[in-house]
């Protein structure tokens, strides 16, 4: 343990250099020593390098390169166990990869979302934290045009974080259906995934949104037909269970008639299957 805890203490004391290229070695460094390693990850946190790694990721004459290794090593540190979570969270981790978001810088962008889906989904983490700042929902609206990655942690952002009718109501009233339709068409079957997901919270127990859901149409098909091709054998199970469950939430919502073809017959489905 001793031997362990002199080699991060190395680790935390290279963030502290002068050298802004050391500084920089040095996060790289980290980062490859905390792949995997839960017990690492443990000690640099204890040692204090989540505030002096935050301090680096805000600051304005960090290099971009720098704040972004910065964010990858916290998402590797997000990665371990519910108290390094709530290290990272007591340390306001969050409003500071919010304030992140802002940057232009793609690829900067890309790792403080990772590292903010990291820490969202684990159920320690007060949910209430993504709606606390009014700007930050609409902003994340307006970056899920960026890239599949940023779609991808976004969507999944929200499908966790949408757990009560005040939150349903928020993403809706911020263009959620609006801007997640589309995302049904994605390529990339994590992207498909997370969308569906998010249409299955917002639709859960809510008239407003299955009502508005029935009407969206999605490259000239509507949403209701979307979710009944993904429904089909030919599909991943996941997928058809997660739409499945989007068209009969809608329908206990008084969206889709119950006696509605899309609810009574599964696509390629018999009685005899």
Known sequence: MQEVTATSRHYVDRLFDPDPQKVLQGVIDMK????????????LIVLGAVPRLLYLLQQPTSSLELRTECAVVL???????????KSLVDCHI?????????CQDLK?????????RTVFI??????????????????????LSRSQRTQEYITQIFSHCCKTPEH???LYNHGAIQNI????????????????KCFSVLAYENTQVSMTLVNVLVDGELLTQVFVKMMQRDRPIEMQLTAA???TYMCRAGAIRTDDTCIIMKPGWHADG
């Open 32 to 43: 490859n020593a905390v792949i995997g390693n839960n017990k690492q990850k443990a000690n």
């Open 75 to 85: 998402g590797s540190l997000a990665m371990g166990t519910e108290n390094n979570i």
């Open 94 to 102: 969050i409003p500071a990869l919010l304030q992140g978001l802002l």
């Open 108 to 116: 900067f962008i890309e790792a403080c979302l990772r590292c903010l």
């Open 122 to 143: 684990s159920p320690v983490t007060p949910v209430q934290l993504l709606f606390t700042d009014p700007t930050v929902i609409p902003h994340l609206m307006s970056l």
């Open 168 to 170: 349903q109501m928020i």
């Open 181 to 196: 339709a589309p995302l049904l068409m994605s390529p990339s079957y994590k992207v498909q995934m997370q969308a569906l």
């Open 245 to 247: 469950k989007c068209l």
